[in-house]
């Protein structure tokens, strides 16, 4: 079978490999679509902070299943899938009470393990999850980003009188991550959703997907933006998608008393932050890091039922050979390649 491996930053050599022999708790995958993500593209870059070369790549998947191991239950050849790519430890504290998001030994596949950026992909059959089968291949690849933001979510409604029901949120950062997180603050019963970015045409895209509000903070005043669409109650619940001092210095500024910041972007340099601020406003900062099997259920339970629209999100399709020409296409393309899929 075909893999890709990528043998340095920028550069994917195509391997003829034996296609795997699975264990008796394994299901073998024939990878269908991968979603290439931010992450991936730091990988790309070499400005990953923990991965090393040679990688393959792929998190972001869904398939079919082809062979299932003998002690496997609940899984049949056929059977449309997607998988959490998280490989943990069991043992820790955070595993043994019920975090294993956050395992101390925590590997992600396609990073600190391989990933499925190959044509048969062998995984334990409990990081496997099934997609109805009217969903779509596309649609089953982005359950993981979907479940990034369902997650993040949960961390600040877990605070929240009444969750997420009639709360005003902004969002900052309209790039895959925080469009879904805009569609699923939404689809969680959000009263009003604001994203801002600095593209014109992903805000397009998300009021494409039904956010009610969109900002450019360059050309609108961001806290004049929040009294105009929300009122003097401002944002209730805060959500930093993009990883810069610029975007968390905004949220900061821009926080009412009491209200709360999950910090979802992921930070390439330390952040000044006004803690100032934090403590005067007696703000709530949460970090959120990727998710749990109840986050990717009620992603696909979303997505299923047209509550999150992920076509709108997905800009372009290259052929699994033209993995390379992917990425390079997304250096050009910069923000109109909102999320760009590989086919098998």
């Known amino acids: 079978m075909k893999q890709a491996l990528m043998i340095a930053p920028g550069k994917i050599e195509f391997r003829d490999v034996d296609k795997p022999t699975i264990q008796s708790d394994e299901v073998l995958i024939q990878i269908k679509r991968i979603g290439i993500c931010g992450s991936d593209i730091h990988v790309y870059h070499g400005m990953h902070p923990y991965t090393g070369y040679p990688v393959v790549q792929g998190h972001e998947v869904s398939g079919v299943i082809a062979q299932v191991g003998h002690s496997v239950r609940g899984f049949e050849p056929g059977d449309p899938v997607t998988i959490m790519p998280q490989i943990t430890c069991g043992s820790c504290y955070s595993c043994r009470n019920g975090n294993y998001h956050i395992c101390d030994s925590l590997k992600v596949m396609g990073f600190q393990a391989n990933g499925a950026g190959q044509e048969y992909f062998a995984v334990s059959f409990g990081n496997v999850l099934k997609i109805p089968t009217e969903m779509s291949l596309d649609q089953g690849a982005m359950v993981e980003p979907t479940a990034v933001a369902i997650h993040a979510l949960t961390r600040a409604e877990a605070g929240m009188v009444d969750g997420l ?9 309209a790039g895959p991550i ?95 932050v006004d803690l100032g601020l934090v403590q005067d406003r007696e703000l709530n900062i949460l970090g959120t890091l990727m998710y749990q099997r109840k986050d990717y259920e009620k992603a696909i339970e979303l997505i299923s039922v047209g509550k999150i629209k992920l076509d709108p999100l997905i800009t372009d399709t290259f052929p699994f050979e033209d993995f390379l020409k992917a990425y390079r296409y997304i250096e050009r393309a910069k923000d109109r390649a909102i999320k760009v899929m590989i086919a098998l």
Do not use: H, M, W
């Open 165 to 173: 029901r009639g709360k005003k949120v902004l969002v900052l950062g």
């Open 178 to 272: 925080g469009n879904l997180v805009a569609q699923s603050a939404k689809a969680l019963g959000a009263g009003g959703v604001l994203i801002t970015d600095l593209s014109e045409f992903r805000l397009q895209t998300a009021e494409a997907c039904g956010i009610d509000y969109a900002v450019i903070p360059q050309q609108e005043n961001l806290e004049q933006a929040l009294l105009k669409f929300f009122g003097e109650s401002r944002a209730d619940l805060t959500l930093e998608c993009v990883g810069s001092e610029i975007t968390i210095g905004d949220a900061v500024a821009c926080a009412r008393k009491g209200s709360t910041i999950v910090i979802v972007g992921v930070f390439g340099t330390k952040p000044t």
